[in-house]
Structure formats: C-alpha cells, structure tokens
T-cell receptor, first 112, second 111 residues
Framework: QKEVEQDPGPLSVPEGAIVSLNCTYS??????FMWYRQYSRKGPELLMY????GNKEDGRFTAQVDKSSKYISLFIRDSQPSDSATYLC????????????FGTGTRLTIIP | EPEVTQTPSHQVTQMGQEVILRCVPI?????FYWYRQILGQKVEFLVS????????KSEIFDDQFSVERPDGSNFTLKIRSTKLEDSAMYFC?????????FGQGTRLTVV
C-alpha cells in the first residue's frame, strides 16, 4: 500500500462548482497536513496547512482532516478558471525538520 | 513577499558531467530541502539539511549527490556524474516552522 494515495484525475468541473479533492494515507504517525497547488512546470505553492484532525477555512478553500479514517480533503467553493492546476496533498510526522510525503497530485480543470 | 529562488531555471548537461543546482532559501528559515519531480510523477524527497548538516536523506540521495550551504545564504545540490534518469525538476524548499515554501524549480535535462 502506498503511503499517500491521491486520485490523479483529471477532474473537470464547470466554473462556480464546488470541488472536492481527497487523499488517503497509511502512516498513522502523520500529524501535519498540507495542500499545495502546482501550475504546469512551476514549484508547489502552499495553499493550506492543518495540524491533526479538524477543519480549516481560508477564503474559498476548506481543508478537512479525519485522522481516524486517515483521510484528508480540500474543498474549493465557487471555483474559478484560475483554480485550474494540479493539487498536491503532503504530510509529515514531526514539527520542524521533517520531510514531506506527497500524493501524486490531482489535475483540476475549471471550465468557464 | 519573501520567496525561495532557484538558478538556473533550466540546465542541460551531458551524461557523466557534474552539475550544481543553486537555491537561495528564505532568509530567516532554518530547515532546507531538496525534492525532485520526474515528469508526470510525484514530488519526491531527496534530502533535508539543518544546522549545517544533513538531517535525513532518501534512498535516491546516493553518493553521487551532495549538498552544501557554503556562505549562509546559498544552498546547493551537486550531482557528481549525471545519469539519464537524473532528468527531472529539482525543487529547493525551506521552512521556519511547519510550512515549507518551494522554489520554482530547476529543470535538469541529461542527454
């Protein structure tokens, strides 16, 4: 079983729709969860960071973590064409000097 | 806004040659990383660096790879003898707390 699994998509939705992106993981030691957005041939850009279980909201973005199910989600409300990108989940076990383990990324296209 | 900068943006090298990829992390950050992403694949951890030494390295980071922070601002990744399979995007990242910030990457093409 892969340490972090993410549906690679591609996922296409109409503008204005709610988008749900998900990752599952197998390592119960993961405590820090991040979502990155990556445009083609660019570096990952941090969108959201959450610690342990719960929800976090930032504008149109909501990150959810369910540690009991080992499942994390990113919701995008009122999706815009500029949201079209690859979304990567990433996680780590420790605060501070700890590597990130990434999912494969989901390619999202918002259709105007 | 502070950012991680990487140079060059694209490097083409012949197999067997040495390459040095350069990064300037965000100035007050303490932890530094190199990741790579082979085209179409996931971002993979290579090495982490803290307090002027390697903290952790992956299986990919073999004896052909080395890192250095020569002057307190630059952070470099050296590949001594490049192979075709080293072709990838190489990302530098730095962090102060838990949030890692990535550079735009160097695309390395080994021919």
């Amino acid at each position: 079983q892969k340490e972090v699994e993410q549906d690679p998509g591609p996922l296409s939705v109409p503008e204005g729709a709610i988008v749900s992106l998900n990752c599952t993981y197998s390592n119960s030691a993961f405590q820090y969860f991040m979502w990155y957005r990556q445009y083609s041939r660019k570096g990952p850009e941090l969108l959201m960071y959450t610690y342990s279980s719960g929800n976090k909201e930032d504008g149109r973005f909501t990150a959810q973590v369910d540690k009991s199910s080992k499942y994390i989600s990113l919701f995008i409300r009122d999706s815009q064409p500029s949201d079209s990108a690859t979304y990567l989940c990433a996680m780590s076990t420790n605060f501070g000097n700890e590597k990130l383990t990434f999912g494969t990324g989901t390619r999202l296209t918002i259709i105007p | 806004e502070p950012e991680v900068t990487q140079t060059p943006s694209h490097q083409v090298t012949q197999m067997g040659q040495e390459v040095i990829l350069r990064c300037v992390p965000i100035s007050n950050h303490l932890y530094f990383y190199w990741y790579r992403q082979i085209l179409g694949q996931k971002v993979e951890f290579l090495v982490s660096f803290y307090n002027n030494e390697i903290s952790e390295k992956s299986e990919i980071f073999d004896d052909q790879f080395s890192v250095e922070r020569p002057d307190g601002s630059n952070f470099t990744l050296k590949i001594r003898s490049t192979k075709l399979e080293d072709s990838a995007m190489y990302f530098c990242a730095s962090r102060l707390n838990t949030e890692a910030f990535f550079g735009q990457g160097t695309r390395l093409t080994v021919v």
